[in-house]
Nanobody
Framework: QVQLVESGGGLVQAGGSLRLSCTASGLTLSRYGVGWFRQSPGQEREFVVGMSWNGVSTYYIDSVKGRFTISRDVAKNTVYLQMNNLKSEDTAVYYC????????????????WGQGTQVTVSS
């Protein structure tokens, strides 16, 4: 059974940092494209950052460039999202997802999803 489990969310003041983790079981993340998405109440799920299956290519939305960094630990089968200089508009539930056929920004590209972790940034 495939599972993606996110952790690391929480409440932080604006300007602070958090590191989200996404640990997989039942699949090898290094064989999948991986993406982080977020969703605020009443909003559609938004692509934040993606990484190609080989870890070579990454792509970020403009609003997080220079503040967020995606990385992975192949041995731990875990992908991370380091979030620095957080802003109130970053408040959302964050999801990781894995795509067997590449990645990209569309949620429909992804085959497996985690349950999400809440990030709340207070101003």
């Amino acid at each position: 059974q495939v599972q993606l489990v996110e952790s690391g969310g929480g409440l932080v003041q604006a300007g602070g940092s958090l590191r989200l983790s996404c640990t997989a079981s039942g699949l090898t993340l290094s064989r999948y494209g991986v993406g982080w998405f977020r969703q605020s109440p009443g909003q559609e799920r938004e692509f934040v950052v993606g990484m190609s299956w080989n870890g070579v290519s990454t792509y970020y939305i403009d609003s997080v460039k220079g503040r967020f960094t995606i990385s992975r630990d192949v041995a731990k089968n875990t992908v991370y999202l380091q979030m620095n200089n957080l802003k109130s508009e970053d408040t959302a539930v964050y999801y990781c997802a894995a795509a067997s056929g590449g990645s990209g920004s569309r949620p429909s590209n992804y085959d497996h999803w985690g349950q999400g972790t809440q990030v709340t940034v207070s101003s």
